[in-house]
């Protein structure tokens, strides 16, 4: 575990530097030593000095020292690829985007932003092209550990080429098939499996905060019978926490499977974090899953004209407790009614073409409080499932303490906002 005092002792983190004015030539004070002299002498004594007559600078000196668990929610366009970095520095990626080149280099740069060299596990929610359609550009470029998914795909049908290469991978890789309640074992952090292969948890997270709760949300909730695409029902669901800081991730899961893990109580209990499930789409995130997990942030994975539906926003428009969604891409959904503040929108849609959605909303017809598209049970056009390639692409960053208190960061404006923790 990591230890978070209220003070921090710089003596213990840089080593003393000790000087002698003898005369040897190996000892003479170059611009180096000089340096690390003026460091030792001077500024670490003032920074600590400073550290401890201000409470401000005190917080500030912990919080970069403070090991993290840090998400980079990757934009793909409507698809996903999340990464996370624990506080051990081992890391986990969430699925890989759409098939070609674009997104593996997408998920390359945030892999080396985050300093690391390789995938420790690989976990693939579910065999839809958005998912794991990235995998074969990028298992070429980064070594990967550990393959985690749900078993074998309800839609051998959709074979293509990262599914063939996957299914190569896994035969002579750590393959790790999960069930609800199983554990990842990465370390400095705890990764719970909720949701595989179409089933869910059957006992409350033990210990989660409010998990096995009644739901006062379920009197409201009503199924949807969604019969396509059945392999998004199979979606591997995490929740994962560092200390008191929780977050969740369903995949593509349906409605009715998500409902599972709410109703008639809720088995995750409540969240920081929540990444909408299936990009926003009004095929999933009911009511009373999104309600009872509370969360304060909400990350909308959605693309310019995939996911992002207006039952999901007005959903999270009413959520309790929410403080602020974040969406990776502006959408043509939400135009100006639902769309919420650049600042929280990490990618933009060239502005004639944006210009000219507001300007003219396409149709069909509008909900009380904005356009509404088509209804539920229609498939997602295939032209929509994804854009053409746009660079740079921005993703958004979660880092998160121990203490439950994280950091969302827009890398597109450098916007960033801290949750401090409840207590
Ligand atoms: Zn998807
Ligand atoms: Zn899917």
Redesign the pocket.
Known sequence: MIGCPNKISLGTLIAPVHFTHEKHEFMKPNFVQKIIFLVSVWIVPAVIAVAQTTQTTDKTLVNMFAKTLDIYYIDVEGGQATLFVSPSGETALIDTGFPGTRDPKRILEAVKAAGAKQIDYLVI??Y?A??IGGFLELSKQIPILHYVDHGPTVQPEQNIPSKQAYDAAVAKGAHIIVKPGDKLPISGIDWAIVSSAGKTLADNMLGAPGAGKPNPYCAGFVGKDVQV?L??AQ?MGSVISYGKFRTVDL??LLWNVEAELACPVNRIGTVDVLLTT?HGMSWSGPKALVYALQPRVVVMNNGIRKGAQIETFETLESAPGLENLWQLHWSANGLLEHNVPGRFIANMEEPLITSGLIAHPPSPATSPTGPRPAGIVAPVPRAAMGNPDHDPAYWIKVSAQEDGTFTVTNARNGFSKIYQRKN
Do not use: P
């Open positions: 929610t579910h839809h958005d998912h695409d392999e998004n979606s995949g593509d299936h």
